[in-house]
C-alpha cells in the first residue's frame, strides 16, 4: 500500500473532507502558509480551497474557539488547529461552558461538529510553555471527545470520522509523529471512536500505550521478545470514548498492565484506565499495575533534562522487567 | 452612522422625565406592537416573579429584565426567521423576540419534559435551535459565538444576520473585544446590542472602567456605534431599523447602546436593595421614564391606544400566561434520562454517507519515532 508519513495523512484528510463537504472550514494561525504551515499539514489547502475556507486567524484563541462554535451553530464544520496545546488554554471557557455542553443544553437536540487540532510534546528545547500534553483534563469533560492517534492510518481515519461526525472532538498530534511514514489508503475513509487496536499480540504483559507513546512501546515489545516474553501492545487511538472491552479482553488473559501515557501523572489517562481496568478484574491482577508517565514536573528545556524527561523504550522494558520479577 | 454622541447612562436622573418620544415614521401597527409585546413581556416577568416562591416550583435562577422590554420589543419586530439570536442570561425578553412560546419557556423553568430543552437548560441557558435562538449563562462567550455565527452566515452567503444582546458587563471581558475586531476585520453580518444597565450584578460601570464611553472604545476598532436612550422603544426600533438594513446590505457590523435600567433585583424576585448597591432615587427616577409607561402615555395622547384596547390586551396576555403555567405546572418531568445521548450524538449520518470503513492495515512497528527539528 501507499505509503504517507503523518503529517500528509493529516493533510490528506483534510484536503479530502473540504473537497466532500463544502461546510468543511480550516481556522488557525499560520494555516494558509502553505509550505511552512503546521509542520507540513496544511500544505496545498489555501490553493485548492481559497483564502475563506482556509483562514488565517488573529492571535486570539479564546474567540477563535467560540467562532468555531457559533460557525457550527449555523450550519459549518469548523477545524482549529492550534501549532501548541499550550496556546489553546486561552479558550478553555470556550470548550468547557459552550462546546462540549451545546448539546446537552438543548436537550439532546442540537450537534457540534467542531474539530480542534492541537499539537503536543517532545524535543528540541520546546521548554515548559511549547509541549504541554494535558489530553486528560479534556476527556475529563462530559460531551467531548478525544483522539490521539499514534500512525498515519490512524491520523487519517480519525481525522475524517471527526470532521464529519456530529461531536466535538480534540485530535492530538504527537510533534514525533510527523515524519513517521505508514500505509494509508488513498480513499476517504473512517477510523470509528472508542475502537482500539491491538498492535502487537502477546501472553504476558498488556501495554496499553497512547499517542505519542506508541513507537517506544513497540520497540520495547520487540525488545522483551528476544528475550522471550511476550508483551500485548493495545493503541487505545482515543481516550473518550475508551475502549474498554479490549483493554478488558487483554487483561483477562495476561493480569498484569502497564500503561505508558505521555501526560503527567497525577489524576491522569494511566490512572483512570488502571482504575477502570481493576473495577473490573478486581484482585486477580499477578502483579500490581504501573503508571509510566512523565514526571510530575514541568517540561526542562535542556537536552540532556528532556532526554531523562520523556521516557522511551528503555524505560517501558525496565518496568516490564521490574512487574515481572515481583510476581 | 459612525458618529456618536455619548449619553450619561444617568439620563432620567439629569432631565428628569423624559418627553422626546416620536410617534412620527413608524406606522400604527409597529407601534401597537411595540406596546403589546413589551404589556406581554412585563406580565410574563411580573407573573413569574410571583409565582416563584412560595411553591418553589421553579427551581432555576430567573434573572427577569423588568424595565428593560424596549430593546426586545424593538428586536422582535426587525428580527426574521433566518436570522440568529444570541443571549445572556437575562433571557426572557431576547426569548420572546426570536419568536419563542411561552408554554416551552415556561415548562423549561419548571424543569420538565415538554420544556424549550427538556428542562436541562432552565431560564438562563434555554435555547431554540429550531428558531435560531441561544442562551448562555457564561458571560461574554455568546458575543465570541455569535460572531462565529456571522462568519458562517457570511460565507453560506445566507440573507440572514445575527443579534447579540449583552450588558455593560460584557465589556469587561477581553473576549468582547477579540469578537469586535474580527466583526470588524471580516465585515461580518452582525449587530451589536449594549443594552448598558449601569451594573454587573451589583458592581456599577465606572468602578470597572476606566473610560466608561463604550462606544468611543467600540468605534476604535473599527465597528461603527450609535447610543440612545434605551426605554424609548420607539426610538430604540428606529435605530435597530437603521442598523439591521446596514447590516443587510452587507456593509458590516454595527454596535448600539441602549442605556435602560433594571427595576427587577439582579437575580430572583426577591428586591436585592438591601445591598445598596443603588439608591431609592435613582429607581424612582428610571421608574418614571420606565419603556411601557413613555410609550403608553405617548399612544394615548395621539389616540393611537384608549383604555379599553389595553384592558383587551391585558385581558388576552393574561389567558396566555394562564394557559402556559398550567401547560408547564400540568407537564412531566423527563424520565428516564439517557446521560450518554445527551451529551453526545450517537449517530453521524453525514460520515456514513461520505466515508468508507477502515482498511485491514500493517502498522510497522519497528521504525522509529522522528527526532523533532527546531520549532
Not at chain 1, 14 to 34: D, I, K, R, T
Not at chain 2, 270 to 279: N, W
Amino acid at each position: 500500500m501507499r505509503e504517507l508519513t503523518y503529517a500528509q495523512a493529516i493533510q490528506e484528510a483534510q484536503f479530502q473532507a473540504m473537497e466532500l463537504c463544502p461546510n468543511v472550514l480550516l481556522l488557525g494561525q499560520l494555516v494558509n502558509y502553505s509550505k511552512a504551515g503546521i509542520f507540513g499539514t496544511t500544505s496545498g489547502l489555501i490553493e485548492r480551497f481559497g483564502s475563506d475556507r482556509v483562514q488565517d486567524f488573529p492571535v486570539a484563541e479564546s474567540l477563535m474557539t467560540t467562532v468555531a462554535v457559533g460557525a457550527a451553530a449555523a450550519g459549518m464544520r469548523p477545524i482549529l488547529v492550534h501549532q501548541r496545546q499550550d496556546f489553546m488554554f486561552y479558550s478553555f471557557d470556550a470548550i468547557a461552558n459552550w462546546m462540549a455542553l451545546w448539546r446537552f443544553k438543548s436537550g439532546g437536540k442540537s450537534t457540534m461538529p467542531v474539530v480542534i487540532r492541537t499539537v503536543v510534546g517532545k524535543g528540541w528545547g520546546q521548554g515548559p510553555q511549547h509541549s504541554k500534553s494535558v489530553h486528560a483534563w479534556f476527556a475529563h469533560l462530559p460531551g467531548l471527545q478525544v483522539a490521539m492517534p499514534a500512525t498515519p492510518h490512524d491520523a487519517k481515519g480519525l481525522l475524517l470520522e471527526a470532521i464529519l461526525g456530529e461531536n466535538p472532538v480534540l485530535f492530538i498530534e504527537h510533534r514525533s509523529l510527523f515524519s513517521m511514514k505508514g500505509p494509508v489508503p488513498e480513499l476517504a475513509y473512517r477510523v470509528r471512536f472508542g475502537r482500539a487496536v491491538v498492535r502487537k499480540a502477546g501472553t504476558d504483559v498488556t501495554l496499553v500505550a497512547l499517542g505519542g507513546m506508541i513507537p517506544a512501546a513497540m520497540r520495547a515489545a520487540q525488545l522483551m521478545h528476544t528475550s522471550g516474553i511476550n508483551v500485548e501492545v493495545i493503541d487505545p487511538r482515543t481516550i473518550a470514548p475508551l475502549d474498554e472491552q479490549t483493554i478488558f479482553e487483554s487483561i483477562h488473559r495476561t493480569r498484569r498492565l502497564i500503561v505508558a501515557d505521555p501526560g503527567w501523572r497525577n489524576m491522569g489517562t494511566a490512572a483512570e484506565i488502571i482504575a477502570t481496568a481493576s473495577e473490573h478484574i478486581g484482585n486477580r491482577w499477578l502483579s500490581p499495575p504501573v503508571r509510566l508517565t512523565l514526571p510530575q514536573s514541568h517540561t526542562p528545556m535542556s537536552k540532556p533534562l528532556e532526554a531523562i524527561y520523556y521516557p522511551d523504550e528503555g524505560a517501558i522494558t525496565a518496568a516490564i522487567n521490574k512487574m515481572l520479577q515481583i510476581s | 452612522m459612525s458618529d456618536h454622541t455619548h449619553m450619561d447612562w444617568q439620563h432620567p436622573l439629569v432631565l428628569g422625565k423624559y418627553e422626546g418620544v416620536v410617534l412620527e415614521g413608524v406606522s400604527p401597527k409597529n407601534l401597537l406592537l411595540l406596546h403589546g409585546f413589551m404589556t406581554r413581556l412585563r406580565m410574563l416577568e411580573e407573573r413569574i416573579s410571583h409565582e416563584y416562591h412560595p411553591a418553589n416550583e421553579m427551581a432555576c435562577p430567573v434573572h427577569l429584565c423588568i424595565g428593560q422590554e424596549a430593546v426586545p420589543a424593538a428586536l422582535s419586530l426587525v428580527l426574521q426567521p433566518h436570522d440568529f439570536m444570541f443571549s445572556h442570561h437575562r433571557s426572557h425578553g431576547y426569548y420572546l423576540a426570536k419568536g419563542g412560546s411561552l408554554r416551552l419557556l415556561m415548562a423549561e423553568l419548571y424543569g420538565k419534559a415538554t420544556g424549550a430543552n427538556g428542562g436541562l437548560a432552565g431560564s438562563q441557558d434555554i435555547s431554540l435551535s429550531d428558531l435560531n435562538f441561544y442562551g448562555g449563562a457564561i458571560l461574554t462567550g455568546a458575543v465570541g459565538i455569535s460572531v462565529g455565527a456571522g462568519l458562517s452566515l457570511q460565507l453560506q452567503n445566507s440573507p440572514g444576520i445575527v443579534v447579540t444582546g449583552f450588558g455593560d458587563g460584557a465589556t469587561d471581558e477581553g473576549i468582547f473585544w477579540e469578537a469586535i475586531n474580527y466583526a470588524a476585520l471580516k465585515k461580518l453580518p452582525v449587530l451589536f446590542v449594549c443594552e448598558n444597565n449601569g451594573y454587573a450584578t451589583y458592581s456599577p460601570q465606572a468602578a470597572r472602567q476606566a473610560r466608561t464611553n463604550i462606544s468611543e472604545k467600540v468605534d476604535a476598532f473599527g465597528v461603527p456605534t450609535v447610543d440612545l436612550f434605551g426605554n424609548d422603544a420607539v426610538e430604540v426600533f428606529r435605530t435597530l431599523t437603521a442598523a439591521t438594513d446596514r447590516i443587510r446590505a452587507g456593509e458590516g457590523p454595527v454596535f448600539v447602546q441602549a442605556f435602560t435600567y433594571r427595576l427587577s433585583s439582579h437575580v430572583g424576585p426577591e428586591d436585592d436593595g438591601a445591598v445598596g448597591y443603588r439608591s431609592e432615587f435613582e429607581k424612582d427616577a428610571w421608574r418614571n421614564n420606565c419603556p411601557i409607561s413613555l410609550l403608553t402615555s405617548a399612544l394615548f395622547k395621539n389616540k393611537l391606544l384608549d383604555s379599553a384596547s389595553v384592558e383587551a390586551l391585558v385581558c388576552d396576555v393574561r389567558r396566555e400566561i394562564d394557559d402556559a403555567f398550567a401547560f408547564a405546572k400540568a407537564s412531566p418531568f423527563t424520565d428516564p434520562i439517557d446521560w450518554h445521548s445527551l451529551n453526545l450524538c450517537a449517530t453521524s449520518p453525514l460520515a456514513d454517507r461520505l466515508l468508507a470503513e477502515e482498511d485491514e492495515y500493517i502498522f510497522d512497528g519497528r521504525q522509529q519515532d522522528s527526532i523533532p527539528g527546531p520549532y
